[in-house]
């Protein structure tokens, strides 16, 4: 595919996306950024999730798991669905009684400001890392898929892909982003079904005998339950599937901003339950591509990346699937990386305006703010690209999924536990940084001792540490105090 080929196709799609941002931004308030005046159809939301939730980086990943771990992935999936009843059902009522901006103001209403600041400054660092480290990830396949052939280099690339996210999303903030994750989620899986067509015209087959393939294939395996140990172990990955959508979809400002766009209680539960529906379907398409794109490698001598993340970029950008399927992954993998991106950015707006400055009627400073937000994504973004190492990418990926922990535990004790933390609401924040440390060294020592390694339930560990922290110094530190 000839790279300005891509990059009037990649201007064609900006300019929709402006497009869609005149139609939605209105009077571009602050209401409007933060909130979307309280208007968004709660299918739209719903639709336009499924695509901001799957990232650039789970475009790729997903696909390629299959071969290390097969199709196992699908019982963290089944486990979304329970996740996301519970943020139905028991956070969201929280939420719109308290009418909140921002989600950590509930933290505020039942602690105090200590702990508020505490939920938000964890937020922001989980969701500034997460958000750069994918950003990141996808600029190099882009670098190396388009923009090494057209001379830029990776400094202007990531510059170039972050001001179009800017500028699209600058006016409307949520209340923009809700329509244009809508567009993106649909360029994300007419890729994927474009890309698997691809594969199932090269070789010849009819859908049938793709679903054939598939289905007998060693790697179609779903169901682990003989090996407690592994992480791939049912219960492991269904609780574990459960609670990581209530920590990161729930408790987490990014996504939840979306939600509190709807009109009401009601239509936000309709959003997040359908879009809990839609995350199985559309994810065993994504490991069946998985399975297809081994089987066609092995089917051809393809020698594949050791890594399952180089699989699809490999076969793609390397011309076995033809020109159409290239093009297809660079826009899918683009719109994946945009509707990720755009959103954090605004949700880390709104948290430094509301949450950390307190100042959410002040429209110059949320302008601002946008503007730091974005130039500090770029800088993270850079200094990967400097220190390039893989280490260094993992070790990003732990340090932001150790820091939900705390969110779970402060809002757990918050929801079920009826004592107050004044007047040693100021030991919170040390608890919450102890509980990610001591969640690190109690993994490295079952490692070390009993084999026994940590997969996601090391959130709920970690999350529990925090509420257990939280319950002993109402004991050590101040008289019972029952909440009424």
Same mark, same amino acid.
């Given at each position: ?67 290390? &771990? ?46 508020? /600041? ?10 500034l890392?997460g ?11 882009l ?9 830029? !280099? ?45 594969i ?18 060693s ?21 574990s ?10 408790l ?31 994810n ?13 490698a ?9 890594s ?8 793609c ?18 719109a ?31 302008? /601002? ?14 200094v ?21 922990? !705390? ?12 004592? /107050?933390?004044? !007047? ?10 102890? &509980? ?7 993994s ?8 026994y ?10 999350g ?8 002993? &110094? ?11």
């Amino acid at each position: 595919m000839s790279a300005t080929l891509f990059l009037l196709v990649a201007v064609a799609y900006f300019l929709l996306l402006m497009a869609v941002s005149k139609l939605t931004a209105g009077q571009a308030t602050n209401d409007t950024f933060y909130r979307g005046e309280r208007r968004s159809p709660w299918w739209a939301v719903a639709f336009g999730m499924l695509g901001a939730s799957l990232s650039g980086v789970t475009f790729v990943s997903v696909p390629g798991m299959v071969y290390s &771990s097969d199709m196992t992935y699908m019982q963290m999936c089944l486990g979304f669905i329970p996740g996301y009843m519970m943020v139905a059902f028991v956070l969201l009522p929280i939420y719109y009684r308290l009418g909140l901006t921002t989600i950590y103001g509930y933290l505020a209403s039942r602690f105090g400001l200590t702990s508020y /600041r505490t939920g938000a400054c964890f937020f922001l660092l989980s969701k500034l890392l997460g958000a750069a480290v994918r950003l990141y990830l996808v600029c190099l396949i882009l670098q190396r898929v388009v923009f090494d052939a057209l001379g830029w !280099p990776f400094w202007v690339s990531a510059l170039v892909i972050l001001m179009a996210i800017w500028l699209y999303s600058r006016r409307g903030g949520i209340a923009t982003l809700v329509w244009t994750d809508c567009l993106q989620t649909v360029v994300l899986l007419t890729a994927l079904v474009l890309i698997i067509r691809a594969i199932i015209s090269t070789e010849g087959w009819g859908i049938d005998n793709a679903v054939r393939v598939v289905s007998d294939s060693s790697m179609s395996r779903v169901f682990e339950f003989q090996d407690w140990s592994s992480r791939q172990y049912f219960w492991k990955q269904f609780l574990s599937g459960a609670f990581i959508v209530v920590v990161m979809t729930g408790l987490d400002q990014d996504m939840m901003q979306k939600n509190l766009t709807c009109r009401t209680l009601h239509d936000s539960r309709k959003n997040m339950i359908v879009n809990g529906l839609l995350y199985v379907p559309v994810n065993l398409l994504f490991l069946s591509l998985g399975v297809l794109m081994y089987v066609f490698a092995e089917r051809h001598g393809i020698v594949l990346p050791a890594s399952g993340d180089e699989v699809m970029p490999a076969l793609c950008a390397g011309g076995y699937l033809g020109t159409a399927a290239l093009l297809s992954f660079t826009l899918g993998i683009t719109a994946a990386a945009f509707s990720s991106a755009d959103s954090a950015m605004t949700a880390l707006t709104t948290s430094v305006c509301v949450d950390l400055l307190r100042r959410p009627d002040d429209e110059l400073l949320r302008r /601002r703010m946008h503007v730091v937000v974005t130039v500090v994504v770029l800088f993270c973004i850079l200094v990967f690209r400097a220190l390039n190492s893989t280490s260094v990418i993992d070790a990003v990926y732990i340090i932001a999924s150790y820091t939900y922990g !705390p969110l779970l535990g402060l809002f757990a004790f918050g929801l079920f536990v009826p004592r /107050r933390l004044h !007047p040693m609401e100021r030991a919170v924040p040390w608890i919450c940084v102890a &509980s990610p440390l001591v969640c690190y060294f109690f993994s490295q020592v079952a490692s070390s001792l009993w084999n026994y390694h940590f997969g996601y339930e090391l959130l709920l560990l970690n999350g529990g540490l925090t509420a257990l922290g939280l319950w002993l &110094s109402t004991f050590i530190f101040v008289k019972k105090d029952v909440v009424c």
